[in-house]
C-alpha cells in the first residue's frame, strides 16, 4: 500500500488548509485511514480516522468541531478539512492505514509527511 499525502502549508491562526491523501495498492474495502500528527519534540498522536466501508468517522478531542474526515471511494482519496486552526495544530502530518481496525489502533502503513504550520 501506498499512501501519498499533500496539503500542508503555513496558514495563519484561525484559517483552514485541507490535507488530501491518496491510496494506491490494494482494495480498501475493510481498511481505516486516516491522520496522525509529530509535534515537534513531540510524539506521534492520533487526529482523525475514517472506516473506507462505511464511512464511520473519529476524532481526538483536540480537534473535534475544526476538523472532518472524509473520504471519495472513486479516487481513494481521504481528505482532512482543518478550520480555525490554532498554533498548536502546528506539525507535521501523516497519513495511515489500518487492515484491521477503522479507528487506526495499529496502522500498517504510513505515507510521508506533511508540514502544517499555524502562526499566531
Known amino acids: 500500500v501506498q499512501l501519498q499525502a499533500s496539503g500542508g502549508g503555513l496558514v495563519q491562526a484561525g484559517g483552514s488548509l485541507r490535507l488530501s491523501c491518496t491510496a494506491a495498492?490494494?482494495?480498501?474495502?475493510?481498511?481505516?485511514l486516516g491522520w496522525f500528527r509529530q509535534a515537534p519534540g513531540k510524539e506521534r498522536v492520533f487526529v482523525a480516522a475514517?472506516?473506507?466501508?462505511?464511512?464511520?468517522?473519529v476524532y481526538a478531542d483536540s480537534v473535534k468541531g475544526r476538523f472532518t474526515i472524509s473520504r471519495d471511494n472513486k479516487s481513494n482519496t481521504i481528505y482532512l478539512q482543518m478550520n480555525s486552526l490554532k498554533p498548536e495544530d502546528t506539525a507535521v502530518y501523516y497519513c495511515?492505514?489500518?487492515?484491521?481496525?477503522?479507528?487506526?489502533?495499529?496502522?500498517?502503513?504510513w505515507g510521508q509527511g506533511t508540514l502544517v504550520t499555524v502562526s499566531s
Open positions: 495498492g490494494r482494495t480498501f474495502s475493510r481498511y481505516g
Open positions: 495511515a492505514a489500518d487492515a484491521s481496525s477503522w479507528y487506526l489502533a495499529s496502522p500498517d502503513y
Open positions: 475514517v472506516a473506507w466501508s462505511d464511512g464511520s468517522t
